[in-house]
């Protein structure tokens, strides 16, 4: 057999892990050729190839980022888009795909499947919104570079006096905001799931100053105040439908300042959180998700995607996986309320 596999989306850490552990179990174990497509799911539509074998996995554990490269291209969004697939699939002979993303290239996974091309899907995202599966890889690694920031940030408000605004990343979910701001000790937590009143968070910003020591503050870049819309970096919208966000937290912060009259700064953290070394967890993750794919595939389980329940690590249907995202459940919030303010 050939099998295919590809990474689409936003990059993130594990994504090397997951490839290096279908190249190593499907030659290993099955003795099948495995096709790198290029690009996302550019790749089988421009039949961008690259032969994947034992040694060009050999030190990619490590690695961030992807060795096959990623788009957001959508096939469905493409003239002819998936009659090119269909092609390049039986020049280069490949018997299934699996391919590795969010919500946006599985959503295609499931597309293709119902369209009779056989793919099974790995779960990949940082922001740990993808549906059936308890954690994405990525999501981990993007909380400890997001929580170390804050203990960085921590100190430079505090020696300056300074309510300082962390903008973390977060469209539609706040999990990486939440689970950071928990980590990193913050007063205020802002997520997508609640609009936010700007007057409650500069109460809480005029407690801690009262206490004498400096507020931090953590808001996904997809909060929104009462009354009020995302911030958007830019109107221009993707192949997927999607707004670039980005800039609540240089909002935020001059609200503070002007209301206050405290000196505020904001961080964003932006493209830092997909960036650099996956921890050891999301290594074990992408791991886990990378051999049980190939199980899938010997299978014939097409249209299907790994997820983790538990320790286990289970196949759910493409369809159940997409089929809304995984956001912040209130009692989760509210759990984490106790520890905000002064």
Not at 44 to 63: G, Q, Y
Not at 66 to 91: C, F, Q, W
Not at 244 to 273: F, N, P
Not at 274 to 296: C, M, S, W
Request: proline share 3%; with cysteine; glycine share 14%.
């Amino acid at each position: 057999m050939r099998i295919g596999v590809l990474t689409g989306g936003g990059d993130c850490p594990g994504l090397n892990a997951v490839i290096r552990a279908v190249v190593r179990k499907g030659i290993k174990a099955h003795g099948w050729e495995i096709v790198g497509f290029r690009n996302g799911w550019q790749g089988p539509i421009e039949n961008l190839t690259k032969s994947i074998d034992l040694a060009d996995v050999e030190e990619i554990l490590t690695r961030g980022g992807t060795i096959l490269g990623s788009s957001r291209t959508n096939p469905y969004k493409v003239e002819g888009g998936v009659d090119a697939i269909r092609e390049t699939i039986a020049e280069n002979q490949v018997d299934a795909i699996i391919a590795i993303g969010g919500e946006d290239t599985l959503g295609v996974a499931k597309r293709l499947t119902d369209d009779g091309i056989g793919v099974v899907g790995v779960p990949k995202t940082i922001d740990n919104d993808l549906g059936a599966t308890d954690y994405t890889f990525g999501f981990d690694t993007a909380v400890h570079i997001a929580t170390e920031a804050i203990d960085r940030l921590r100190t430079t408000a505090e020696s300056h006096h300074r309510a300082l605004v962390v903008e973390v990343m977060g469209r539609h979910a706040g999990w990486i905001a939440l689970h950071s701001g928990l980590a990193g000790g913050a007063n205020v937590i802002l997520v997508p799931e609640r609009p936010f009143s700007v007057d409650k968070v500069v109460e809480h910003v005029e407690r801690r100053f009262e206490s004498e020591f400096a507020p931090i503050i953590v808001v996904a870049e997809g909060a929104i105040p009462e009354g009020g819309a995302e911030v958007l970096h830019s109107g221009e919208r993707d192949a997927f439908g999607h707004v670039r966000l980005g800039g609540v937290g240089q909002w935020l912060a001059e609200e503070i300042a002007d209301r206050t009259g405290k000196e505020s700064r904001a961080a964003v953290l932006g493209h830092i959180q997909r960036g650099g070394t996956p921890t050891a967890y999301d290594r074990v993750l992408a791991t886990r998700f990378g051999l049980h794919a190939v199980d899938a595939v010997a299978a014939g389980d097409f249209g299907t995607m790994v997820a983790l329940r538990g320790t286990d690590i289970v196949r759910v249907k493409l369809s159940e996986a997409t089929a809304e995202l995984k956001t912040v459940p209130t009692e989760r919030y509210e759990e984490a309320e106790v520890f905000f303010g002064a």
